[in-house]
C-alpha cells in the first residue's frame, strides 16, 4: 500500500516567487537527503488557485517513519524552517498524510 505526505502553502502577497521556488528546492534536496526518492511540487490550478503542494511518496507509512524521523532532527531542515518563517514568503495551508486502501481487483 503506498502512502503520501502532502504539504499545502501558499505565496503570500507580495512574495517574492523566485524565492519561494528556491526554497521548495532546497526542501525537496533535504528530503533526498534522507531518502525520500520522488518529492514532488503541484501547481493548484483549480479549487484553491495560487496554492502550492508539496508531495513525497513512500511504499508505506515505515517508509515514511524511516525518512521524516531523521528529517525532522536535522539541523540543516531546522534552519531551512526558520529562514523560510522569517522570510515571510509562504504560509502554510495543512498536511495531510494519506495512506492507499486497497479496493481488490
Known sequence: MAYEARYVFKPNP???????MKAMEQ???LWRKHGATSPRLWAITAGELG???????????LAFAQ???????DPEFRAWQARN????????VRSNHARELDLGR
Open 27 to 29: 526542501g525537496a534536496a
Open 14 to 20: 507580495g512574495a517574492d516567487l523566485a524565492a519561494v
Open 67 to 73: 525518512v521524516v524521523d531523521p528529517l525532522s532532527a
Open 51 to 61: 496554492n502550492y503542494v508539496l508531495s513525497v511518496q513512500f511504499e508505506n507509512a
Open 85 to 92: 518563517s522569517e522570510a515571510g514568503h509562504i504560509a502554510w
